[in-house]
């Protein structure tokens, strides 16, 4: 069951100010916003309540989690939104009994430590700060544009694609890494990453495969992964140039 708790509460709030731009976590508005929220934590499985009257903001102090739309009619059938790691804000709309789809959960991947915010109580108190809204603005259009770069790669990209993108953009997500090697722990399970691209879990674990025998990819145990070279992913993803770790050609 998920926890409220005040160790977690202050844990997330120092997380969330540590977020906000320079100058800004210790100003009045910062000291509004956080006095809106409440700090939960989330063990590994569990998800975050929905809630039919509010939307809400979620910052993720630390942990990763999965935004899932869920059908209304019992189903296993659920479509992964998008991973969120330590340091995001994300949206999770209100519940609505109106919509083909049930509502969307946040669920954790990992243990979870969040700052849970009404969205427009956060937005009201935000605009007093213009560099606290741009910043909120900002990681919105960014989790925004993911996620139509991911509607784009599941209608005209190959399998082989999607999964290199996906590699990619978790190597510059949990390591910064562009170009080169890398290594890293994924917290999601193959069934999570082909719930997310379209892809059933056979073929998610067959491109896993054929990119170990390009020598592009190791896997030790059921979430580390080594990648020996993010530009030649980013190449096979079908990233510009200038996106895959080196620089374009005049």
């Not at 630390?62 to 479509?79: D, E, F, M, T």
């Not at 340091?87 to 946040?106: K, N, Y």
């Not at 379209?198 to 030790?220: C, D, K, N, P």
Request: net charge positive.
């Amino acid at each position: 069951m998920a926890t409220i708790s005040t160790s977690f509460g202050h844990d997330s709030i120092a997380a969330f100010r540590d977020a906000l731009p320079a100058g800004t976590g210790a100003q009045p508005t910062a000291d509004r916003l956080c006095a809106i929220g409440y700090g939960l934590h989330l063990a590994k499985g569990e998800e975050l309540a929905p809630d039919p009257r509010d939307d809400r903001l979620v910052h993720i102090a630390s942990g990763s989690a999965k935004l899932v739309a869920r059908p209304v009619a019992a189903s296993p059938v659920n479509q992964v939104l998008a991973f969120h790691f330590g340091g995001d804000m994300i949206s999770v709309p209100r519940q609505s009994a109106s919509e083909t789809w049930g509502g969307f959960r946040l669920a954790a991947l990992t243990d979870c430590d969040l700052l849970v915010f009404p969205a427009e109580r956060f937005l009201d108190i935000a605009q007093g700060d213009p560099a606290v809204l741009r910043s909120v603005l900002a990681r919105s259009l960014q989790a925004l544009h993911r996620s139509r770069t991911r509607m784009m790669q599941m209608g005209h990209k190959s399998a082989g694609a999607r999964i290199a993108d996906f590699l990619v953009s978790m190597a510059e997500r949990l390591t910064g890494c562009t170009k080169g090697a890398c290594a890293f722990a994924l917290p999601m399970s193959r069934r999570d990453i082909g719930d997310s691209l379209g892809l059933t879990i056979e073929t998610v674990s067959r491109q896993f495969t054929e990119l170990r025998e390009a020598g592009l990819v190791e896997t030790e145990g059921r979430s580390k992964v080594c990648l020996s070279d993010v530009a030649a992913l980013a190449r096979l993803a079908g990233r510009p140039t200038s996106q895959a770790g080196m620089t374009p050609k005049n």
